[in-house]
């Protein structure tokens, strides 16, 4: 009995063609000769791979149960991370502004302009939060200044990139209609950039203190203020319990600071 195809000499439909096909299995080949090569190359301790399980469960056995004897002190470091996380996003996002500006194609001055406000934004975002917290650190010296200016820093590539690519998706209609007016420059910025880009300023703006709020849990470190601190003394120290009590203390306020995103984010977009 004859199938539909072949009575009308058609043949089976095929997503690929064979040579396709074997493309595909090349760079499959390729991809797993070269997690191989990784796998052998990084020199993994084994041994120590398997003993890991082992290894967690006596450590989670150290830390219970959590000791709270210094939960005040926990409590005040925690409350200078939530602060380092709010300035250093505050500064962030004013200094982002005039980035923004420069870096959109449809609002920068001229190509110089164009690419020295991208030259800031990879620069801001191709160093990571703790090496901008060891340099200030050397600059500053320890504590919250370090960990405040190293956040923002590394927040300003992350806000002026996503605004600068808000504003160059804006509708130009209303900028055409102000500057066929003759509306200044300030004018045509006040009121035909600055209400398009305003849900999506406050959207990022309430993203980028979520993550600050636990990048800043990490400063600590290196040295540059927060919770991380105190851990990092725990766990020099061997107190597993207080670090246990430290992690949840760490856990909580991840979680407010999702919620208060999440509300942040229903109220005012």
Do not use: H
């Not at 102000?178 to 300023?201: C, D, N």
């Amino acid at each position: 009995m004859t199938t539909i195809s072949e009575q009308l000499g058609r043949e089976d439909w095929s997503r690929f063609s064979p040579k396709q096909r074997w493309q595909r299995y090349g760079i499959f080949a390729l991809c797993a000769l070269a997690v191989a090569w990784s796998i052998t190359s990084i020199e993994v301790v084994w041994p120590w791979v398997w003993d890991a399980p082992g290894q967690m469960g006596d450590l989670f056995g150290r830390m219970y149960p959590p000791d709270a004897t210094n939960l005040a002190t926990i409590l005040l470091v925690l409350w200078e991370t939530v602060n380092i996380a709010t300035f250093a996003t505050a500064f962030a996002v004013l200094m982002s502004l005039p980035v923004a500006y420069l870096a959109a194609q449809n609002t920068t001055p001229n190509r110089a302009t164009l690419w020295l406000g991208r030259l800031i934004l990879v620069t801001s975002r191709s160093v990571n939060t703790i090496i901008w917290a060891l340099l200030f650190v050397a600059i500053f010296g320890p504590g919250v200044v370090a960990g405040i200016v190293a956040i923002m820093f590394r927040s300003i590539g992350f806000i002026g990139k996503l605004l600068g690519e808000a504003i160059e998706e804006i509708d130009k209609r209303p900028v055409e209609a102000l500057e066929a007016t003759g509306a200044s420059r300030a004018k045509v910025i006040a009121y035909a950039i600055v209400p398009q880009v305003m849900p999506t300023f406050w959207a990022i703006a309430i993203l980028r203190w979520d993550i600050n709020l636990r990048e800043s849990t990490v400063l600590g470190l290196v040295g540059a203020g927060g919770i991380g601190i105190v851990l990092q003394g725990a766990i020099d120290t061997f107190d597993w319990p207080e670090a246990a009590t430290v992690l949840l203390a760490i856990l909580a306020l991840v979680i407010l600071g999702e919620v208060i995103s999440a509300f942040l984010r229903r109220r005012i977009l």
